[in-house]
């Protein structure tokens, strides 16, 4: 095809407009640019209605720029139902077609030429009256594994379970005491608590924290709480109900959120439910085929071969589709949602929510928004979630009727890989693209942005694992820091939720699990770490831009990206009224070399170093490893 030049770009408004995600019924106008002295062709475009299994082609309009170039156009009306579409354009020349289509298949903007059905762009086409609550869009998540946080008071050795072992010292390295079969057959307890949460508050709020996420608090056997023995109680080590009352009374005070962790996929084996362990005075499913929660659960052989998460047999999976565990967790007057809402609590995170079914996701929401519609659900999906697969169905995550808001996983993979020197800007640049125009703009502004969590390692264990074995010493512990600061005021400019994973603040190390999950380290603190989070936190929280304004992003060179935030007009990208504001974000990730940038719109725009506090020049230096903040001046 080398007499043939085409190009469409969806990130491009000359080829794709509006941007991005569209609602129901909406318009859409694709444009291909095609070059060729060839004539007698016709253009089509195809479009892919998912869900309703049908595919529509029309016929693009020509539209002669000179001899050879010609752009085609064509409007489209997206469907009445939310749905993911696809599109890719055909060219019928004499006897023959070829076709364009995605030039990458994961990631979108530029296209190619292909002989045979090419990767399609995505639409993602969601339900008009989509609203994710404005207040989250405005957030700061502070993220605490409870053992872990802060023990307030001494541990009652009468409330740990048989099988825990409980540290003397809070210092110490958590472990695993494990059999020869790899089964974990000892937990080992800090005794941290919700007294000690609630001591700590001031120290959260302190950080600009709108919301805390609390990793499983219901009675269990293990530390980490995600083999839940009693959904309706607070596991004793933990604290009580009274507590829990207090935190969410002493948080409200705050202007703090409380989030739980809905672990509704599956239960302990050692529960009131399952009760493997006779350790409840409950007949349950593995005890007694006639118990009440026969049911909940699927045996293979019964009773010791059963349905588990990931083979895991301390988890038994849940039956959802079952109307008795859908009236339990949802629907009942007492059930774990309606019992947790009357005690005060109305934001979830969803464990695990590839193992729900849509529908039960949906009922989750329903239910929580009839009583409180700020409520916030918010599910953790580790890939793309405008198109995840699981099971072998598409999930509808964000169409607009199940998840507010997704464990950003993806920009996190994206961040480190760019920091790391793993991949470029240009490449980083192309990856946010992606997933801006996959996700609707109230969901891609309301997403959990994060660094650590739980289930990954903490950010400055694998940046440290990820330098350059020529780095020794106070040298990598000094690029370790430029990265951080880096990294972490990237990610309170962004777009999105940031989150902080309690300890990170203040210098925890620790790579996957159970080294992720350090205690706390009170009167150990890195103090010029933490001062820097609550300035970058305080920065954010003071300026509408750097949370619901426009944005734009660029790449400079394969090191360096320019991100801006900006509000014109004095109403942001929601219409709400915000006073005009513009911040330029500029960061170099090279390990070694300093450069020099100018400034955008120096022309007729004066800037000022938000980090440094002073007026900038027009052009600028970048020491390595470096991150730089500037406001446009009145």
Sequence with gaps: MSNWTIKHNSFQSIYRHPFGALPVTSSLTLQLAVDTTESNYQVYLHLILEKEDKEEILLMHRNVVNNSNHLFTVHATMPDQSQLVWYYFEVKYRDVSFFYGRKNKIESGEGAIYQSLPPAWQITVYKKD??????????????????????????????????????????????????????????????????????????????????????????????????????????????????????????????????????????????????????????????????????????????????????????????????????????????????????????????????????????????????????????????????????????????????????????????????????????????????????????????????????????????????PTVFKSQEREDIVNKQIQALSLFLFVLPGVPSIYYGDEVGITGGKDPANRHPYPWGKEDNDRLEWFRKIAKIRNNHHALRTGNWQITSIDAEIIIFERYIQSNADVFGAVAKNDHFILIVNTHFTDEKEVTLPYVDRTDWYNVLEEKASDKRIQLAPMSCHLFVQQD
Excluded: C
């Excluded at 825990?164 to 809070?170: K, P, S, V």
């Excluded at 193992?355 to 519609?373: A, G, H, M, W, Y």
């Design 130 to 467: 989509a609203q994710v609550p404005k207040w989250w869009k405005h957030a700061i998540i502070y993220q605490i594994f409870p053992d872990r946080f802060y023990r307030h008071g001494r541990i009652d050795m009468k409330k740990a379970s048989k099988h825990a072992l409980i540290h003397a010292h809070w210092d110490d390295e958590p472990i695993y005491i494990r059999d020869h079969d790899g089964n974990v057959i000892r937990w080992d307890f800090f005794g941290g608590n919700l007294k000690g949460i609630i001591e700590k508050l001031d120290y959260i709020r302190s950080l600009g924290v709108s919301v805390i996420y609390l990793n499983p608090i219901f009675e269990a056997e293990s530390n980490h709480r995600y083999d839940t023995g009693n959904y309706h109680k607070i596991d004793p080590l933990l604290g009580t109900m009274e507590d829990m009352e207090q935190l969410i009374k002493a948080a409200k005070e705050r202007n703090i959120e409380i989030m739980l962790d809905g672990v509704f996929n599956h239960t302990g084996n050692n529960s009131l439910y399952f009760n493997q362990k006779g350790e409840y005075s409950s007949v349950g499913a593995y005890q007694s085929s006639d118990s009440p929660y026969i049911n909940w659960y699927a045996f293979y052989d019964y009773p010791n071969h059963y349905k588990s998460w990931w083979g895991i047999d301390t988890l038994p999976t849940l039956q959802i589709r079952n109307d008795a565990v859908q009236q339990f967790l949802v629907d009942a007057p007492d059930s774990v949602i309606q019992f947790w809402q009357s005690n005060g609590i109305h934001h979830w995170r969803l464990d695990v929510v590839d193992e729900l079914t849509d529908n039960f996701v949906r009922k989750i929401k329903k239910q929580l928004k009839s009583i409180n519609p700020n409520a916030v659900l918010l599910g953790e999906v580790w890939e793309d979630a405008s198109n995840k697969i699981a099971y072998g169905k598409r999930r509808d995550y964000l169409l607009g009727d199940t998840l507010d808001s997704v464990m950003h996983y993806p920009l996190r993979t994206m961040l480190f890989d760019f920091f790391t020197g793993k991949s470029d800007a240009y490449r980083f640049v192309n990856q946010y693209m992606t997933i801006a125009e996959h996700y609707p703009k109230q969901h891609f502004y309301a997403t959990m942005n994060l660094l650590s969590s739980h289930d990954v390692e903490r950010m400055a264990t694998l940046l440290d694992d990820s330098l």
